[in-house]
């Protein structure tokens, strides 16, 4: 089976150093059998001598529970390759079909090099035997083998509303695991790992960033063994969740892996992928309002008629309906699944608000959150068969909710009505997709057999099937917010919500950190109330614009209170976003001074040829230092491009200011805009006060040497 002998930095080498360099980790052993090390590769076999967790695992009845795997034939895209034979290309799919005769077990092996140099790998496992019963999968965990000297390992964990906060540590023997049990990606999801030489960062040092890509019980492991270092992912199973009858197949999840110098260039090969994949790429990102920090659940025509009209007036181009609008839905305690407009909030229907909202010039969307059912519900009374658990009785209530059984033919026919219906008949461009607990005790009703990999499966086969319905359909993935962000549900949304947290101070650091798997113009990014409804900070309308600025932009506001002076500024933002959001949507992404706590955070987009860039610039909380230089990375070396930026008056005085920054934003009237080497704004930097915490200045270059 196949060994991944090097993941990293281009070789160039011919067919026969190749070939040769493959062959000089073989030793001979006592005799050329006996002591031979065993050389794990991407399915590493028990068998065989492995000591670490088997890439494979199953079992007949307890029998045919250590498969011994033997290839029978290579194809690279399609073509199948001799044995011995060597081909150097720049990308491809490369396909091991493999089988233990013994065991009656097939398997496919899938290793991808995509256009964007992203690497991935899943396998299928086959039960081949027609008379031994049913093959039990306990796990497939496909291994990425690492070099030695990525030393240092970073992840993050999180909770409601505080998503994504970072941890660094070394690489020790034994195995760091990450997993989830949640039944989604969940809260405290680390998304990605990144291992990588010490020390590194968003620019420097060699980094490998993986990332197991499905939403429902997964794992992220790093083990480190005897001269063998490998990153390796894939499905936690539930115990008797993948029984296999003769004939059928398992297909893992693709786990990924990203290679860069710097945690940006691995970002960016996930970006490309995404970019290449999701509608959100072919059209500019529509600036959007959501209603539910403005009304909750307390809904009614008037008032959201005047909130899309005044949406309207400030530039907003999607309005969207949350929570709240549906059959008996007062609160959180009732109503989930009963998805028909409440005849006591909207008597004449959702029509009316829609033709308002479409009149203004504004597309429609709505909340829905179709895998989850209120016991309180006429659904719930209808079919109590259609509950999700493992026991007689029914799991735990989280947030008043259980989990709709989407594996029942007839409850996933009922939700893909209901949804088509609401689509057609009310011309709803955008769904916000949401999903608030996590799948404990879930159970098929019938049996009390564990249901989570079937459920995953499900909801994929549901939105799928409803966005071939409507192609024009966007749907957001919100899960409490940053709950649901992997790539098996973001091959099939078109932005997440990054958290339900829109304190900006908070969210800087939640859209640094989700960015390592997902671009700007998928992280949902919305300008709330000054005083947050999460932490209770109160934060400067430029603030908390220039955080969202880089992102899908949008409001989670009553726009109703806003001051006529704060309307011209905000409208002014949603002006400078949608002349900009193409840029924000195609650039590449650039960070600095993620781990260095006096230095400022920086977070930007640079223009694929180098013609302009964005930066939003945040001062550190608290620095020991008054003033610091902030490099402008991923400008071209030999250009020169002149400064404009966007000041808040809360940076500080003017004379304290350095001169650049007065020249750049007229308060120095008499001074020319400045311009610079791109050389020196990338590796020396502008110099920036940095005594006032938690500042943010946001920082457009444009090359001002050549045409563009």
Known sequence: ?????????????????????????????????????????????????????????AHRAGAAWSPRLVAATVTLDGETLAEGGVVQRQGG???????????????????????TGLLRTRVSVRNESDAHGHLEIVGVNPALRLPGDAREILDFSGRWATEKIPQRHPVVFGTHTRGSRRGRTGLDATTVVAIGTPGFDALAGRV?????GIGGNHEHAVER??????????????????RLASGESYVSPWV????????????????????????SSRRPRPVTLNVWEAVYFDHDFDTL????????????????????????RRDDTAGLGDWSPDPVAWPDGLGPLAEHVRGLGMEFGLWVEPEMINEDSDLARAHPDWILKARG?????????????????????????????????????????????????????????????????????????????????????????????????????????TSDNHDPLDRARMLRWTGLLVPPEMLGSHVASAVSSVTGRTSDLHTRCAIAFLGHFGIEWDIRELEDAEAAVLSRWISAYQEHRELISTGRVVADGDFDPDAPALRGVVAADGSEAIYTIMTPPLSADSRHRVRLPGLLAEARYRVEAARPDSLGPWWLSPHWLNKTTGLDSEAEVPSYSGSLLREAGLDLLTSLPERALVLRLVRVDAST
Request: glycine share 14%; aromatic share 8%; hydrophobic share 40%.
């Open 1 to 57: 089976m196949p060994v991944l002998t090097h993941w990293g930095p281009r070789i160039h080498a011919s067919d026969h150093d190749l070939v040769e360099y493959a062959g000089t980790s073989v030793r001979t052993g006592i005799g050329g059998v006996s002591d031979v090390p065993y050389e794990p590769g991407i399915l590493p076999e028990h068998s065989q001598g492995w000591g670490g967790l088997p890439g494979i695992r």
């Open 93 to 115: 799919l490369v396909s091991i079909a493999a089988t233990d005769k013994w065991a009656g077990i097939g398997v496919t092996l899938e290793i991808d090099l995509t256009a």
């Open 208 to 212: 490998w960033l993986c990332h197991v």
């Open 225 to 242: 063994s005897d001269g063998h270092l490998a990153f390796r992912g894939g499905e936690l199973l539930l115990p008797g969740e993948v």
């Open 256 to 279: 990924y892996g990203s290679f860069g110098v710097g945690l940006d260039a691995a970002a960016a090969r996930y970006h490309g992928f995404l970019r290449e994949r999701s509608r």
């Open 305 to 328: 008629a005047e909130l899309a009209t005044r949406a309207a007036g400030l530039g907003v181009e999607r309005f969207v309906l949350d929570d709240g609008w549906f059959l008996g």
């Open 393 to 497: 009785e029914l799991p735990p209530r989280f947030r008043y909710q259980q989990v709709l059984d989407l594996t029942n033919p007839e409850a996933f026919a009922h939700i893909l009505g209901v949804l088509d219906g609401l689509v057609t008949d009310h011309g709803v461009a955008y769904l916000k997709w949401d999903h608030n607990r996590d799948l404990i005790d879930a159970g098929h009703p019938a049996t009390g057999a564990p249901a989570v990999h079937a459920q995953t499966l499900a909801l994929y086969g549901l939105i799928d099937e409803l966005r071939q319905r409507h192609p024009a359909l966007e749907i957001e993935s919100c899960a409490s917010g940053g709950g649901r962000v992997d790539l098996g549900i973001l091959e099939r949304t078109d932005r997440v919500h």
